[in-house]
């Protein structure tokens, strides 16, 4: 029998927007695209832009700061966060405007409410009609999670952080992954005493440990209160504050406490047990490097299926997913090399192997430098900065490159391109040193700091 539509896509974020708009205005397919929130995802409106945002707010009193030490009659005053709230929504919408009128120019079918699935072809919508199409995308994103034990006692997440009526004046983030970090830095800048706990060694598990071990020195140097190997054991309102006792005895009132101790993948409730389909721990839909389930008319893009939760992967893997099914060329994304950015201050920038990911598949020089700024240095600022390659000492070529520095995150998208090129150490010193910037110590440090053999 014809089916209502060649793909129904599930979820309205970057992923599935992305494979919606590429089928229908590329490929010809007949698209419709369900969502139950607001047309964007997480990264348009509850995660990286409206982050993004906040932390271009919270720099300004440091550059007024700059600012005096250069010379110049600067003053801040306080900052209005209703004042921040109200242009930070009228973005949001102008943007998410956007996503819809892209999904319109491409003919797509848009339904403002939830849909679940009914069987390998056939969704059903949240007043109970039912639409058949040939494929079906699952790109519902992830969302946060708070430990069961203090769910329901007025914390906030990720979610409701942009939705404050108010400034706190004080606040707890619980969580030391990059979510975390970065909000703490945010808060700090603002203004906000800001307390973090991490009940692991080291915060931003999973990258490179020097940079990591450099990043927490430099926001427990600006200000924030960081704690590790520490861990909430109560909590209760008292005084129209949020009373947290520690396992290391900082126990302390706060006017809000924001958790950000992960995220899971969406699929609860979209009907994946009645078809059948067995998630992987953590509640990931597995997929093939073409972004396919078990069930041949079933895919998943994006956070959902938990490769590489970030947004430009979600759009290549979407784009992918388009090619492959309805442009009749196979495509897929390699999830191997990477580059991605933290927006703690200072940014830190990163692609390729950690050290010590790299010293576990053989022999590495390491070339790090770590030195204060000309900028910071002027302004009488201690702030350093550290710049790292990894290279292999059989090939020399350069596995990784990370950067923790102010404007990492641009810096480390051109040395994304030469580490993905397969450049040589010797290629980076064959490449001119542009004078005076921070990124000149990435062709110019010529003597490794350390070795490591097999």
Known sequence: MPFDYDLFVIGGGSGGVRAARIAASEHGAKVALAEEY??????????????KLMVFASEYPGRVADAQAYGWDAQIGAFDWGAFRAKLDAELDRLEGIYRKGLDGAGVTVFDCRATLDDPHTVELADGRKITARHILIATGGTPVVPEKWQGQGVMTSNEVFLMDSLPKSLLIVGGGYIASEFACIFNGMGVKTTQFYRGAQILRGFDEEARGHIADEMAANGVDLHLGTDVVEMRSEGG??????????????????????????????????????LAPGGAIPVDRYSQTAIPSIYAVGDVTNRANLTPVAIREGHAFADTVFGGTPRYFDHGLIPTAVFTRPEFGTVGLTEEEARAQGPVDVYSAAFRPMHSLFAGRNSRAMMKLIVCAKTDRVLGCHIVADGAGEMIQLAGVAVSMGATKAQFDATLAVHPTMAEELVTMRKPTRSHAD
């Open 38 to 51: 607001r047309m964007g995802g997480t990264c348009v409106i509850r995660g990286c832009v409206p982050k």
């Open 241 to 278: 504050q949020t009373f947290v006792k520690s396992s290391t005895g900082h126990d302390t009132s706060y006017d809000a406490v924001m958790f950000a101790t992960g995220r899971k993948p969406a699929t609860d409730g979209l009907g994946l047990d009645k078809l059948g389909l067995e």
